[in-house]
């Protein structure tokens, strides 16, 4: 009986790893997709309803797309402003590309970012004696 028990296992794993299903393959998510106008951001998402109906939106050329566009996650330099209306919280995120910041749902790429730290500001009053 000792004997028989690799030679099971051998089999069983032998068996049953051939009929192993390959790890499922990430499900790919929508683009992230952002304007340059809030009120236009959430006119979108009102009409839509979710992120790939709006990325369906805005690959449509005939469509209009309110300003808006999709976002590569690359081009994303910080987060520019942030403002939670109705309960929902939004970022505007600064591109390379443009000096316009473009208002995503927070978090939509990810964990939110920190806002860029500004700069201090020096203090105007000349140091006293």
Request: hydrophobic share 45%; proline share 9%; charged share 20%.
């Amino acid at each position: 009986m000792r004997a028989a028990l690799p030679l099971l296992l051998c089999l069983t794993g032998t068996v049953f790893g051939s009929a192993r299903a390959e790890p499922p393959a990430a499900k790919k998510s929508p683009p992230v997709i952002g304007c340059a106008s809030l009120a236009n951001y959430r006119l979108l998402m009102r009409q839509v309803g979710d992120a790939a109906g709006a990325a369906a939106l805005v690959a449509d050329p005939k469509a209009d797309h309110l300003g808006c566009g999709a976002i590569n996650p690359e081009t994303v330099t910080g987060i520019g402003d942030h403002v939670a209306l109705d309960g929902q919280a939004y970022d505007c995120l600064g591109l390379r590309s443009t000096g316009v910041c473009q208002w995503v749902a927070a978090g939509a790429l990810g964990p939110a970012a920190p806002r860029k730290a500004e700069p201090a500001k020096a203090s105007k009053e000349k140091g006293r004696p």
